[in-house]
């Protein structure tokens, strides 16, 4: 694959394409690394006695996927930057128009510069797409906004939606966040606690279980006992015989201590070994809250719904903690009535995640410990 890296490497590769160039595309693709974009340029070609038409491959735009996973924010797709500077340059140096049907996302639906006539605008972001022929999809619409219209019926009609469980240490005020999993059964001590949660929950909106002494103490003797179990059968993992060497430095691995006794682990590759390791380290936990007296804090949700969940972080989020009612009415004009976005505004005060004063909405300490 040839890589367009610059202006140069694209000028270039136009030039390379002889005749005169009339369209230069930028289209978008993916793989399993992620979305890259594609050039084409559409030339015309004068001999003699003819003149032809042709379309030529200069290459992609990649930037990678590494970047935006570290960000974990929004996709700011720095592809579609570099294509819009890079198209508008090349249409000044050579008066060629520049297609790119969806310059603000990526989008493998929208047509090339031939198939033009083939696409529908998006009734919903006005973007050229080649309509859809799966039946369980809607034809009028780009995929996008598809899953953006589903999402939005979510909150629409208040489907439930009690996703994400947040852990903490706790000590008087200090709060120190230990685990996240979107199910109580993804944390990674679940299993040693599952008993005392149980028992403890209330079921209110939002559902805080405390664990502190004697119980730490107790999760404590369970946690050794299963990492006795474990390193009983504990086997150190040694390359077979006819490993390649070239791959060996892949393969991590790191040492832990538990009564003593070091244990070499392989990371990723050796379920055995992960167990182990999750359970040094959920021990680790545990014995730092005994040693500083900090009791675990788990929060629920418990009756939440999407609607619930999207106005919370619209106030959290957006407004940085405090919001207009009018501006969430705003936000969410089209799929909320005013009387919809007060009343989820009321249970959210109940639950204790927002008061209300006057026209004037707030987050509180619950929610950023929720969210
Ligand atoms: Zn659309």
């Known amino acids: 694959m040839n890589s367009i890296t610059s202006f140069e490497t ?10 005169k160039p009339t369209v230069l595309e930028a289209l978008w693709d993916g793989d399993t690394s992620g979305w890259y974009l594609y050039l084409n340029i559409h030339v015309i070609i004068k001999k003699l006695f003819t003149i032809k038409k042709e379309v030529k491959y200069l290459g992609t735009i990649s930037v990678g996927g590494d970047i935006r996973l570290f960000n974990g924010t929004v996709p700011p797709w720095p592809e579609a930057e570099l294509a819009k500077e890079w198209g508008k340059m090349a249409n000044e140096k050579y008066g060629l128009m520049f297609y790119f049907p969806s310059d603000k996302e990526p989008d493998s639906d929208c047509p090339g510069w031939e198939q033009r006539h083939l696409a529908i605008q998006c009734a919903d972001c006005a973007k050229m797409v080649i309509p859809t022929n799966s039946p369980y999809l809607p034809k009028e619409i780009c995929y996008g906004c598809h899953l953006k219209r589903k999402f939005n019926d979510k909150i629409k009609n208040a489907e439930p939606y009690d996703d994400g469980i947040n852990m903490y240490m706790v000590k008087n005020e200090e709060y120190n966040h230990i685990g996240y999993s979107s199910s109580f059964d993804g944390l990674p001590i679940a299993v040693f606690i599952d008993d005392i949660v149980q028992a403890r929950r209330e079921k209110g909106l939002v559902d805080i279980v ?9 999760i404590k003797e369970k946690i ?21 060497e070239k ?14 006794n070091k244990f070499e682990l392989i990371e990723r590759l050796n379920e055995e070994h992960s167990k182990i390791d999750r359970l040094v380290r959920a021990l680790e936990m545990v014995d730092k809250a005994i040693s500083g007296n ?3 804090k788990i929060f629920f949700k418990n009756g939440f719904t999407y609607r619930d969940d999207a106005v919370l972080r619209f106030v959290h989020f957006a407004g940085n903690g405090s919001s207009s009612l009018a501006s969430i009415v705003q ?11 007060r009343d989820t505004v009321l249970k959210m005060e109940k639950a204790g995640c927002l008061t209300l004063d006057g026209e004037i909405v707030q987050t509180t300490d619950v929610t950023k410990k929720l969210l």
């Open 210 to 218: 405390t664990i502190d002494e004697p119980d730490i103490s107790i």
């Open 331 to 341: 936000q969410y004009t089209v799929i909320l009535t005013e009387t919809e976005v």
């Open 247 to 260: 791959f060996k430095s892949n393969i991590k691995r790191h040492t832990v201590e538990y009564n003593g």
């Open 224 to 244: 050794e006992q299963a990492i006795d179990e474990k390193v009983a059968i504990y086997k150190s993992a040694e390359f077979p015989p006819d490993f390649p």
């Open 294 to 296: 900090y009791s675990f």
């Open 10 to 19: 694209l000028d270039k590769a136009i030039r390379l394409a002889g005749g």
